[in-house]
């Protein structure tokens, strides 16, 4: 037996376990132990079901309404048409200055550094994101780092996808080392849910890159349900935070899953207790195929009053909704 921690640990193969995820609905059912009739939109229209093992293991058994399992098994509802839900619900392709570089808010811009996911969430605005045009080129970026080092006011930059954390180590260091190099970069964010769905991930080699650059570094993490914060997740948020990084976390507010105050409140003061703090709470963005999982505005702001009652100030998320052509996000409460 290997010993998982310790000077010398250089972590589980993370590759590994990417090529070990359930990518079957048939196979995820008979993990968890459900009958047939709850898993069988095998095509995932048009995004194929991705489920890491360890993320499967946190799901309870038996149980088709649990709510890690609602956000990656694909659902007849996604084939609905629904008015007002649509393929780029966040003006995704109107903000694009060059491939894979999108700049929507004054200072920062965000890099789609990879189409590729540990996981692949029902409920993602990405779902249907025109990747091949879309994420960062053959060319490595040279064009999207050329435009980012051409712009004075750019202060801070977002490393996205899919998730950034898909990359290898040396190609994140070498992007972080452009970026590094551009005098009025001044903050480097990472938008992940790698450390929450795929803990292994985080290995020390990693930990060292993102503590090797002159960049502050915020890492936003994306968990939704206080479960899917176990052991795991919580010893890889503990290496990210030697690193110096400041950790964040943002949600998406989604029915069935987290649309009550017990589980927000509990999401929020298990986030602390890993020591990442609460950042913002979504309102789903109108994705094609995600309308079965809307919790509306009304809701969404009696929810927050509801948290408010039993929490710190500081650990309650701000609820806020991405508007097409906004100049940043929409507060909502
Ligand atoms: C959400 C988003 C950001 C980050 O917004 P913050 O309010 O700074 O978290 C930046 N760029 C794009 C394109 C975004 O969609
Ligand atoms: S991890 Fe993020 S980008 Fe990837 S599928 Fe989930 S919501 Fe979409």
Redesign the pocket.
């Known amino acids: 037996m290997v010993a998982r921690s310790g000077p010398g640990w250089q972590g589980p193969d993370w590759k590994q376990d990417l090529r070990q995820a359930f990518t079957r609905p048939a196979d995820l059912r008979a993990f968890l132990g459900l009958p047939a009739a709850v898993a069988n939109a095998d095509s995932g229209f048009g995004f194929r079901m991705r489920v890491p093992r360890c993320y499967a293991a946190l799901m309870e058994p038996g149980n088709p309404q649990d709510p890690l399992l609602r956000q990656v098994l694909p659902q007849a509802a996604e084939a609905e048409v629904h008015p007002g839900f649509s393929p780029d619900p966040?003006g995704?392709a109107a903000?694009t200055l060059a491939p894979g570089l999108?700049?929507?808010?004054r200072g920062?811009?965000?890099l789609v550094t990879t189409p590729a996911c540990a996981i692949h969430c029902r409920y993602c605005f990405r779902r249907h994101y025109p990747y091949g045009k879309g994420a960062l080129g053959s060319d490595g970026g040279a064009a999207a780092i050329a435009a980012i080092a051409a712009d004075p006011g750019l202060r801070?930059v977002?490393l996205?996808g899919g998730d950034p954390l898909m990359r290898d180590d040396a190609d994140l260091a070498e992007l972080m080392e452009a970026l590094a190099a551009i005098p009025q970069v001044e903050r480097l964010?990472i938008h992940t849910r790698l450390p929450v769905v795929l803990p292994s991930r985080v290995t020390p080699a990693l930990c060292r890159v993102l503590g090797g650059t002159r960049l502050p570094v915020v890492v936003?993490i994306h968990a939704n349900h206080p479960r899917e914060l176990g052991e795991a997740a919580g010893a890889a948020l503990g290496r990210l935070r030697q690193t110096g990084a400041t950790l964040l976390n943002?949600s998406v507010l989604l029915r069935g899953v987290n649309d009550d105050p017990a589980t927000l409140a509990d999401l929020s003061e298990t986030l602390f207790r890993q020591g990442v703090m609460p950042?913002?709470l979504h309102l789903l963005d109108r994705v094609a195929g995600a309308a079965h999982f809307e919790v509306g505005e009304a809701q969404g702001l009696d929810l927050m009053g509801a948290l408010r009652l039993r929490l710190p100030g500081y650990l309650v998320p701000r609820l806020?909704r991405?508007v097409a052509g906004a100049g940043?996000?929409t507060a909502i409460a």
């Not at 999108?102 to 808010?105: E, H, M, S």
């Open positions: 966040v995704d903000a999108l700049q929507k808010y920062r811009a965000l801070e977002i996205s964010r936003v943002q950042y913002y806020v991405e940043s996000k």
